[in-house]
């Protein structure tokens, strides 16, 4: 059984161009279903924020309208009160990679917030990347390589080919026009080859050590590509 660190965002919101914010946090689907899968397959999950905070969840995502019907969304929000491990999260600049097999960041609004300019996160990722230890990186989960920056300024991830949330995903969510700055244009401005396909259809991208899905549609096949690597 290995150990996996899950990182998740502390933010609750999402400071929007006119300085008003969106409450948001993490995207429940997105870390209940790698979860599931990586504890079914024997592994022990670790969660660590910034700061050690608890993560909040993002409440839009525990809707009956995104989950298919209200059932689906209780059940959603009861494997979130079985995941324990969310009440007692390690302190990000206090984790050791050493200690881990791989690294899986989920996304929500929160990770624009915050882990994209948190630089624990940061140098995290970088070690990860360089330790060609298994890291999957889900929907708004990779505005955090956004501060993977290294010595000479260049971002690690740079030439690595990726999914993210989209700028049209963006647009249909009906908050790109409200946005300081979007996730795509971000990540393509940093050299990351950012590959979309269709709006909220799961799509995958492995690129060696680096499993990243474009939305959460894509959390259960990104968990698929994170157990391939981890053997």
């Known amino acids: 059984m290995s150990k996996i660190l899950f990182v998740l965002t502390g933010a609750d919101h999402w400071t929007l161009a006119d300085g008003t914010t969106h409450p948001t946090g993490f995207w429940a689907e997105e870390a209940v279903v790698p979860y599931r899968a990586l504890k079914a397959a024997g592994h022990e999950i670790v969660?660590?924020?910034?700061?050690g905070v608890v993560p909040p969840v993002d409440r839009a995502s525990l809707a009956a309208?995104?989950?298919?019907?209200?059932?689906?969304?209780?059940?959603?929000?009861?494997?979130l009160e079985e995941m324990t491990e969310?009440?007692?999260?390690?302190?990000?600049?206090?984790v050791d990679l050493d200690d881990f097999a791989a690294v899986f960041y989920p996304g929500g609004h929160g990770p624009m917030e915050d882990l994209a300019v948190d630089a624990e996160s940061g140098r995290l990722l970088i070690e990860t990347l360089d330790s060609g230890k298994p890291l999957a990186v889900v929907c708004h989960g990779p505005a955090a390589l956004l501060a993977a920056i290294r010595p000479d300024g260049t971002n690690a991830f740079a030439g690595y080919r990726a999914a993210a949330f989209t700028n049209e995903e963006e647009v249909q969510g009906g908050l790109a026009g409200q946005a300081k700055w979007l996730l795509q244009d971000r990540l393509t401005e940093?050299?990351?080859?950012?590959?979309?396909?269709?709006?909220?259809?799961?799509h995958v991208v492995v690129d060696r050590n680096l499993v990243t899905g474009q939305n959460p549609a894509s959390s259960a096949p990104v968990a698929e590509e994170l157990l391939k690597l981890l053997g």
């Open 47 to 51: 969660v660590a924020t910034p700061g």
């Open 65 to 79: 309208e995104v989950n298919g019907g209200q059932e689906k969304a209780g059940e959603l929000a009861r494997a």
């Open 86 to 94: 969310l009440r007692t999260p390690a302190k990000l600049a206090e």
């Open 190 to 202: 940093a050299g990351v080859d950012v590959r979309a396909s269709e709006p909220w259809a799961p």
